[in-house]
T-cell receptor, first 114, second 116 residues
Framework: NAGVTQTPKFQVLKTGQSMTLQCAQDMNHEYMSWYRQDPGMGLRLIHY???????DQGEVPNGYNVSRSTTEDFPLRLLSAAPSQTSVYFC?????????????FGPGTRLTVT | AQKITQTQPGMFVQEKEAVTLDCTYDTSDPSYGLFWYKQPSSGEMIFLIY??????QNATEGRYSLNFQKARKSANLVISASQLGDSAMYFCAMREGNNAGNMLTFGGGTRLMVKP
């Protein structure tokens, strides 16, 4: 049971490039989400999904796309990278239940856009 | 308005002493949950403790306890008998009851430094 995995761990992009951050979980969790953490700050929600085929925007969705074709995977796409997207990106999952409260976080992807 | 406020950017505590990290929150939803996470220098998010808005007693997990004062909308984390390994960033977060997907709103964090 690997939990929540993210690849890559580190990435450097040039302005204007696109890329996909991968996230997978093997716990059969319905809910998955992407957060970003800028230096010295807390996490902010980018996009989330309540099940396969269903996604919605969070607090800071601009410049990112997501899709959820399977329960296990929830990739985050940067369409045209900008220096303002330099951040650490965390993927998280949680079961569908009010009393299953813990978010299981992946190890994070550190992205630098030059 | 900020939903989660952590007013202490950084704190020092002497090893073996207790420390309180402050967190205030803002919500009009009667059903919500409050969380504390630890983020060491390695970067991972480690879940510490949870308090539900309807819980009658303050949550405790080992050396961690949550001082929940509902009327004041505060959810302070108390760490007893601090250890060097407690040096890290600490984040308070909230999940509101009308929130599809169990999403969290985070505060800005407090950096705790434990002195030997």
């Amino acid at each position: 049971n690997a939990g929540v995995t993210q690849t890559p761990k580190f990435q450097v992009l040039k302005t204007g490039q696109s890329m996909t951050l991968q996230c997978a979980q093997d716990m059969n969790h319905e809910y998955m989400s992407w957060y970003r953490q800028d230096p010295g700050m807390g996490l902010r929600l980018i996009h989330y999904s309540v099940g396969a085929g269903i996604t919605d925007q969070g607090e800071v969705p601009n410049g990112y796309n997501v899709s959820r074709s399977t329960t296990e995977d929830f990739p985050l796409r940067l369409l045209s990278a900008a220096p303002s997207q330099t951040s650490v990106y965390f993927c998280a999952s949680t079961p569908y239940a009010w009393d299953s409260y813990e978010q299981y976080f992946g190890p994070g992807t550190r992205l630098t856009v030059t | 308005a900020q939903k989660i406020t952590q007013t202490q950017p950084g704190m020092f505590v002497q090893e073996k002493e207790a420390v309180t990290l402050d967190c205030t929150y803002d919500t009009s939803d009667p059903s919500y949950g409050l969380f504390w996470y630890k983020q060491p220098s390695s970067g991972e998010m480690i879940f510490l403790i949870y308090q539900g808005s309807y819980d009658q007693q303050n949550a405790t997990e080992g050396r961690y306890s949550l001082n929940f004062q509902k009327a004041r909308k505060s959810a302070n984390l108390v760490i007893s008998a601090s250890q060097l390994g407690d040096s890290a960033m600490y984040f308070c977060a909230m999940r509101e009851g009308n929130n599809a997907g169990n999403m969290l709103t985070f505060g800005g964090g407090t950096r705790l430094m434990v002195k030997p």
